[in-house]
């Protein structure tokens, strides 16, 4: 697995903790349920594990990584 970078930029770090509180809100109101959620986050990092864009690679896996690190870590879900 490669290295996990870290988002440097302003608009990508607000992007993402924008993301994690609504879908937090989702959860928290019961309009999504965890499950849901987990689903979610599954997709969004199959697809950037299965992308075929060669020329986006590294990227693509590092955007996988990160996704799959917030499921491990269980930040976009309050785990009952």
Not at 42 to 48: E, F, I, L, S, V
């Amino acid at each position: 697995m490669p290295i996990m970078p870290v988002p440097s930029d302003i608009a990508g770090t607000a992007a993402l903790s924008i993301c994690e509180s609504l879908l937090l809100a989702l959860n928290d109101r019961n309009i999504l349920p965890e499950k849901e959620i987990v689903g979610i986050l599954r997709d969004a990092a199959a697809a950037h594990e299965f992308a075929t864009d060669a020329s986006k690679a590294e990227m693509n896996a590092a955007v996988a990584a990160l996704i799959n690190a917030i499921l491990a870590g269980g930040n976009s879900v309050r785990r009952r």
